[in-house]
């Protein structure tokens, strides 16, 4: 019993600032995403006291598919690329995540990332639990037409474990409108008819929604806006740096510049940029139309990755991958503000050294559910057969992304936690509450 209690207090505090500055297993970081989401949910499960059997049901996937799909490539030779599916708890709903493709994609990875769209749902008190899919393959060495025969060949596997009220893809990293539209076809067609509601993010015209495009990208700048009102500071003249120009990372940029932030530095795949003044932002998208990279930019080429993390300025958004802010840029950190837009941005070594330097985190659970804000609208819509004004899906957008944000704050403040800490209160209690309501756990 006692033993039980300290080890309770120990998990509890493992990822508090007084602890020792280094997480090290075997003398290496920890940095395996399935491992950092374990820990950050154990530690709420045992905060919050939930019966036995919570952390057992929640600490993995109730489901990962993993599949081999062939595709005939241009030059008439066939490959197998390996992708994955993660349904990681169906309690509260269906499950919902997006599907990624990107060369270094892992089984853990994609089950980590599905337990975060849980934790998404719950405190954006969407009836949804969390997926996420992902292939490994660099989409930019394929053709269109290659492209088009794998995210077709992804979906004729999944097509058993899918569906609108099962398991609900959308586009997540280096996945677009037009591949939604390939998915939802081939899905339609295994199924002999229209199923709009089991793809999100579509194309507008097979059913998508308005405002999905950005909605991730003004989701990140409406909990930004919270956390400067909080802080008492004012968000017009603040200056940010942006590490990702790709969806998420570009949108963030372009409503943080409309609100007259200062956008300075912005990194990406290829390179990144700096300018004192402030970014021309709608003018790097158009060059990064045209290059593919930020790079090369007029002449404020030559911004690296360790320079944004250490950079002078008010707002640092990490929207790209995970293990950005780790035992190395986490110390480094100025900005006041670390809004999460990409997904597990932060090691537990990064987030230590945050919460040390008083660090204001917007944690990606809170920050980055914009995107599935507007695809569990999307699927309303297509449930309903109505189509919302952008306008109505963006004022929506902001209720619940201002509501969810208080919610989180509001724990913090009552259990005197951090915000990443107060989120997964706030996530996890109400899985938890859907599974006493079914009886899974007494
Ligand atoms: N991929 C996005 C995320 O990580 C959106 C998921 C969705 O719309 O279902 O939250």
């Known amino acids: 019993m006692a033993e039980e209690s300290n080890r309770k207090k120990e998990v509890a505090h493992s990822l508090k600032s007084e602890m020792p500055a280094k997480e090290v297993k075997d003398g290496v970081e920890i940095s395996n995403p399935l491992e950092i989401v374990q820990r950050l949910i154990e530690v709420a499960v045992n905060d919050l006291d939930l019966p036995e059997g919570t952390f057992e049901i929640l600490k993995k996937p109730k489901r990962i598919m993993k599949v081999s799909i062939p595709v005939r490539m241009d030059d008439g030779t066939y490959r197998e690329f390996e992708g994955f599916r993660s349904q990681h708890i ?220 250490s950079a002078d300025c008010d707002i640092l958004v990490p929207a790209a991958l995970e293990n950005q802010i780790t035992a190395e840029t986490g110390p480094k950190i100025k900005a006041k503000i670390v809004a999460e837009a990409a997904n597990g941005p932060t090691t537990p070594d990064g987030n230590a050294a945050m919460e040390q330097n008083g660090v204001f985190v917007i944690p990606d659970i809170l920050c980055n559910a914009g995107g599935v804000t507007v695809s569990y609208f999307e699927w309303v819509q297509n449930t309903t057969h109505l189509a919302w004004t952008e306008q109505e899906v963006n004022e929506r957008l902001h209720t619940e992304m201002t509501q969810a944000f208080e919610d989180v704050f509001r724990m913090k403040e009552q259990k005197n936690v951090s915000m990443r800490e107060a989120a997964y209160l706030v996530g996890v209690e109400r899985i938890a509450d859907a599974m006493k309501a079914r009886g899974w756990i007494k």
């Not at 394929?142 to 596997?157: A, D, V, Y």
């Not at 409406?222 to 603040?238: P, V």
């Not at 709608?282 to 990279?293: A, P, S």
């Open 90 to 309: 169906d309690v509260l709903g269906p499950t919902k995540g997006g599907v990624r493709f990107h060369p270094k994609v892992t089984e853990d990875e994609v089950a980590a990332l599905s337990m975060w769209m849980s934790l998404k749902s719950a405190i954006l008190g969407i009836p949804y639990g969390g997926g996420k899919g992902g292939i490994v393959v660099n989409p930019k060495e394929l053709s269109e037409r290659e492209l088009e025969e794998l995210s077709r060949g992804f979906i004729r596997e999944l097509e058993p474990i899918m569906g609108p009220e099962k398991d609900i893809p959308a586009p997540d990293v280096n996945t677009t409108p037009e591949i939604m539209g390939w998915m939802i076809d081939e899905f339609s067609r295994l199924k002999g008819k229209n199923v709009p509601g089991t793809v999100t993010g579509k194309p507008i015209i097979l059913g998508g929604s308005e405002g999905r495009v950005e909605a991730t990208g003004r989701g990140v700048v409406f909990t930004i806006a919270e956390a400067a009102e909080r802080l008492g500071l004012q968000l017009e003249g603040m200056t940010a740096v942006v590490q990702g120009f790709g969806n998420v990372g570009s949108v963030t940029a372009q409503l943080l510049a409309e609100r007259g932030v200062k956008v300075v530095g912005i990194t990406d795949a290829g390179g990144g940029v700096y300018h004192g003044d402030g970014l021309d932002v709608e003018d790097l998208l158009r060059y990064v139309k045209e290059k593919g990279t930020v790079s090369g930019y007029r002449d404020f080429d030559g911004f690296s990755n360790d320079e944004l993390f």
